[in-house]
C-alpha cells in the first residue's frame, strides 16, 4: 500500500539559510498535519491542514510556514534556520474530516550547522 | 488540553518475558488513544488505537492494549517480547473531534535482552 512521502530525508543548511520541506499524502488523504521531534524528544504539533486550508496550529515559529496545495501534497518553508532547528520533521496525513488514523512519512532529517 | 504520561523512560525486557508500558493520560471525555513506534532513525508506525467501544484493542506485531477509563490508562501489553521489538514506543491522545493533532507522551526506551 502507497505511504506517506517525504522529501527530501536528509537536509543540511548553514544557519540563517532557508529549508524547504515537501510531504505527499496517502492517495485520497486530505488532510496533512506537520510534526517537529527534536533529539531524545517526542513529537510536537506544528500545523495541519484539511482539504487545503489550515486546520490547526501549534508550537511553530513565525520563521515557519506551511501550505497544502490543490493535489493535496503540503510544503513547510524555513526561513533565518537557527540551530535549534535542527530536528526530525514528520509529515502524517489522514482521510475525511473527522477523527481518522494519521500514517506518518519517514521524516526529513534536517541539520542545521 | 490533553496530555499524556508515560511513567516509564526505559524498560529492560528478557526475550520471552511479558511486557506491560503504562501510558496515561487527561483529557476531559474519552479521547482517541493511539500507540506508536519508532525504530532508531525511522518513522513512527502505529501499532494500534482505541476510538470507542471494546476496550480490548489488538494490534500489529502481537501487541494489544487496555483502555480503563477509571484509571484514566491505555496500556500496551505483549505476552512474549522478540528481541526485533527493542524500539522507542509513543502512546498519543486527541480530542474526540474532527483532524486534530496528536499529543505525544515522551516516549519509553524498550531494551531486550537475550
Known amino acids: 500500500a502507497a505511504g506517506v512521502i517525504q522529501s527530501p530525508r536528509h537536509l543540511i543548511k548553514e544557519k540563517r539559510e532557508t529549508a524547504t520541506l515537501k510531504c505527499y499524502p496517502i492517495?485520497?488523504?486530505?488532510?496533512v498535519y506537520w510534526y517537529q521531534q527534536g533529539p531524545g524528544q517526542d513529537p510536537q504539533f506544528l500545523i495541519s491542514f484539511y482539504e487545503k486550508m489550515q486546520s490547526d496550529k501549534g508550537s511553530i515559529p513565525d520563521r515557519f510556514s506551511a501550505q497544502q496545495f490543490s493535489d493535496y501534497h503540503s510544503e513547510l518553508n524555513m526561513s533565518s534556520l537557527e540551530l535549534g532547528d535542527s530536528a526530525l520533521y514528520f509529515c502524517?496525513?489522514?482521510?475525511?474530516?473527522?477523527?481518522?488514523?494519521?500514517?506518518f512519512g519517514p521524516g526529513t532529517r534536517l541539520l542545521v550547522l | 488540553a490533553q496530555s499524556v504520561t508515560q511513567p516509564d523512560i526505559h524498560i529492560t525486557v528478557s526475550e520471552g518475558a511479558s511486557l506491560e508500558l503504562r501510558c496515561n493520560y487527561s483529557y476531559g471525555a474519552t479521547p482517541y488513544l493511539f500507540w506508536y513506534v519508532q525504530s532508531p532513525g525511522q518513522g513512527l508506525q502505529l501499532l494500534l488505537k482505541?476510538?470507542?467501544?471494546?476496550?480490548l484493542v489488538q494490534g500489529i506485531k502481537g501487541f494489544e492494549a487496555e483502555f480503563k477509563r477509571s484509571q484514566s490508562s491505555f496500556n500496551l501489553r505483549k505476552p512474549s517480547v522478540h528481541w526485533s521489538d527493542a524500539a522507542e514506543y509513543f502512546c498519543?491522545?486527541?480530542?474526540?473531534?474532527?483532524?486534530?493533532?496528536?499529543?505525544f507522551g515522551t516516549g519509553t526506551r524498550l531494551t531486550i535482552i537475550p
Open positions: 492517495p485520497r488523504h486530505d488532510t
Open positions: 502524517a496525513s489522514s482521510s475525511g474530516q473527522y477523527q481518522e488514523t494519521q500514517y
Open positions: 498519543a491522545v486527541a480530542r474526540n473531534f474532527g483532524n486534530e493533532k496528536l499529543t
Open positions: 482505541y476510538f470507542s467501544g471494546d476496550t
